[in-house]
C-alpha cells in the first residue's frame, strides 16, 4: 500500500520568489525615500573660483570715471561775426584780463555802423539846439517881465505924482488919465507876462526832460554801436589759461561761434556720468574719492544735472583739499561715489555667479571638501569688490563664486580632484 507524501513547505523555488520579492521592495523603498534625489553634476575643482565668506567692514559704493576740467571757466564766442585778420596768442598761452587774442575784420558791418554813428550824432545835435533854444526863450521871458517890471515901477512913480496934481489942479485931466492907464496897462502886461513865463517853464520843464532822456538813451546805443565794432577785438575776459584755441588768418569765424575758453588756475573740479538708476540717492555734498600716485583723494558732489541722456546723468565733484599736483585737464580717473559709511558685515567676493542667481542663491562647499550644494541667500548692498549677505552664509564657510553657466541649475556639484 502506497504512503502520501507530505509536501514541503519551504521549497527552493518559493525561498527564491520570496527573495526577489523582498530585493524589489528594497529597491522600490529605496528609490522612493532613502536615495539621494538631488540633481548631481561632475566639475573639475581646479576650473572653479571658491571664496571664503568673511566678516569685514563693508562699505557700499559705485565706481565711475571722473574727467577733469578746471574749477572755473570763462567761454569766449564770437559776438560778431568776420574773417580772421591778426593773431595775437596761441593756444595754452597765460593771459592777463584784456590781453588781445584775435582781431575780426568785417567790412560790412564796419561801414553800416559808421552810417547809425553818424544819423546818431546828427539827432543828439539836433536835440542839443532844441534845448538851447528852449534855454534861450527862458531868458528871454526873463528879460521881458524884468523891463516890464522896470517899466511898471516908472509908471507908478509917474501916476502917483500927477494924481497929487490932479487933486490941487495943476495938471489937465488928459495928463492925469494918460498916466493912469500907462500904469494899469503895464501892470496889466506884467501879470500876462508872468502867467506866460509859469506856462514856459513848465513845457520847457518837460521839454528838456524828454530831450535829456533822449539824449542819454542815444548815448547809451551810440556805445553799444561802438563797442559792436570794439567786439571784434577779442580779448582775454579773464586772467587764466587759454585752451580750445584755433584759428587761422583769412578763416571766417560765424557770430556765436565758439572761439576759445579761458581756464582760471584757482583749481580743478571733477565731471562724472552716473547710472540713472542712483538719481535718487546721490545728493548735493556726498563723498567720493579715486586714488592717485598712491594717495587717496577726497570729493564731494557741489552740482548734480537731473537731465538723463543715455541712462545716465551728470555731476560736479569738488576737492575737498588740494587736487593732486600732477593731474592734467581732460585727465580721466576712476571715482568711487560713496554711498555708506564703513559698517561690520558679512560679505562674500563678487563674481560671476550673480549673474545666473540674481544673488538670491549659492554653491556652498561642504566641509569635507567633496562636493557643493545649493542654498538659498539673501543679498544686500554691494561694490565693486564684495556683496553684503544678508542672510543664508556664516563667516567661514567657503562659496563658489565663479560663473554658474555651464551648471545648468543642479542642485550639488561633485569635485573631480
Known amino acids: 500500500m502506497d504512503k502520501p507524501i507530505k509536501k514541503k513547505k519551504w521549497t527552493t523555488k518559493r525561498l527564491l520568489s520570496i527573495g526577489a520579492i523582498s530585493v524589489f521592495l528594497f529597491f522600490l523603498v529605496y528609490l522612493l525615500f532613502i536615495r539621494d534625489k538631488q540633481s548631481r553634476l561632475y566639475v573639475n575643482l581646479d576650473q572653479l573660483s571658491i571664496a571664503v565668506v568673511q566678516e569685514n567692514k563693508f562699505q557700499e559704493f559705485i565706481p565711475t570715471d571722473g574727467v577733469v576740467f578746471p574749477k572755473n571757466t570763462v567761454y569766449i564766442d564770437a559776438v560778431q561775426g568776420g574773417i580772421v585778420e591778426s593773431v595775437h596768442v596761441e593756444d595754452g598761452a597765460i593771459l592777463k584780463k584784456g590781453d588781445p587774442i584775435l582781431k575780426l575784420m568785417n567790412a560790412n558791418m564796419e561801414l553800416s555802423t559808421m552810417e547809425q554813428e553818424t544819423r546818431m550824432l546828427d539827432a543828439i545835435n539836433n536835440l542839443q539846439n532844441t534845448k538851447i533854444q528852449l534855454e534861450q526863450s527862458r531868458f528871454i521871458r526873463e528879460k521881458e517881465i524884468a523891463d516890464l517890471t522896470y517899466r511898471l515901477q516908472q509908471a507908478r512913480i ?34 500876462l507876462s508872468k502867467e506866460l513865463q509859469k506856462l514856459d517853464s513848465v513845457f520847457a520843464y518837460s521839454q528838456i526832460k524828454s530831450i535829456n532822456q533822449s539824449i542819454k538813451r542815444m548815448g547809451h546805443n551810440l556805445e553799444l554801436l561802438r563797442k559792436t565794432i570794439e567786439n571784434l577785438n577779442i580779448k582775454a575776459p579773464a586772467d587764466g589759461k587759454l585752451s580750445s584755441f584755433s584759428a587761422e588768418i583769412g578763416e571766417i569765424k560765424q557770430a556765436g561761434e565758439h572761439l576759445a575758453q579761458i581756464d582760471m588756475m584757482d583749481g580743478y573740479k571733477l565731471k562724472a556720468r552716473i547710472d540713472e538708476r542712483y538719481i535718487s540717492r546721490v545728493f548735493e555734498g556726498q563723498e567720493a574719492e579715486f586714488d592717485f600716485t598712491r594717495q587717496t583723494y ?41 554711498f555708506s559709511s564703513a559698517t561690520d558685515a558679512v560679505i562674500v567676493k563678487r563674481g560671476g555667479f ?39 552664509l556664516d563667516p567661514g564657510e567657503k562659496v563658489i563664486v565663479s560663473s554658474y553657466k555651464s551648471f545648468g541649475n543642479k542642485d550639488k556639484l561633485i569635485f573631480r580632484k
Open 158 to 191: 509917474d501916476y502917483d505924482r500927477k494924481q497929487q496934481l490932479i487933486e490941487n489942479q495943476v495938471i489937465s485931466r488928459k495928463e492925469f488919465e494918460d498916466a493912469e492907464r500907462d500904469f494899469f496897462g503895464l501892470k496889466r502886461q506884467l501879470e
Open 298 to 338: 577726497k570729493l564731494r558732489i557741489s552740482k548734480i544735472y537731473t537731465d538723463v541722456t543715455n541712462g545716465t546723468f551728470e555731476v560736479d565733484l569738488l576737492f575737498e583739499g588740494p587736487s593732486p599736483e600732477a593731474i592734467k585737464r581732460g585727465q580721466t580717473v576712476q571715482l568711487r561715489i560713496i
Open 354 to 392: 550673480f549673474q545666473a542667481t540674481g544673488g538670491n542663491w549659492i554653491y556652498v562647499v561642504d566641509a569635507s571638501g567633496d562636493y557643493a550644494e545649493k542654498r538659498e541667500i539673501s543679498i544686500g548692498r554691494q561694490n565693486t569688490r564684495y556683496y553684503e549677505v544678508k542672510g543664508g
